[in-house]
Nanobody
Framework: QVQVVESGGGLVQPGGSLRLSCAAPNTIFNIYHMGWFRQAPGKERELVAGVRYYADSVKGRFTISRDGAKNLLYLQMSNLKPEDTGVYYC?????????WGRGTQVTVSS
């Protein structure tokens, strides 16, 4: 199966912003709900943003969007906090364990 490809992570200071992108195959992008997951150090992977859903920890700071013409899923993150540090992945919601990509590392630190 073709994997998704995440990009856009990096090192950012607290209060900063990043926009993550996820390229997904057309076979799933326009059919299934997709979302963004985060795995913080020492913690399990969790859904942080999906269709009509945001984790309490990111509400008001993260925005999920999509470009159907380009098969791209975005996660706009603002007012980033150190606890947002982790590897971010996109996948179907609920996730397909055969679709996990490599993720993109986000580090929030001064």
């Amino acid at each position: 199966q073709v994997q998704v490809v995440e990009s856009g992570g990096g090192l950012v200071q607290p209060g900063g912003s990043l926009r993550l992108s996820c390229a997904a195959p057309n076979t799933i992008f326009n059919i299934y709900h997709m979302g963004w997951f985060r795995q913080a150090p020492g913690k399990e992977r969790e859904l942080v943003a999906g269709v009509r859903y945001y984790a309490d920890s990111v509400k008001g700071r993260f925005t999920i969007s999509r470009d159907g013409a380009k098969n791209l899923l975005y996660l706009q993150m603002s007012n980033l906090k150190p606890e947002d540090t982790g590897v971010y992945y996109c996948n179907l919601v609920p996730p397909d364990n055969n679709r996990w990509g490599r993720g993109t590392q986000v580090t929030v630190s001064s």
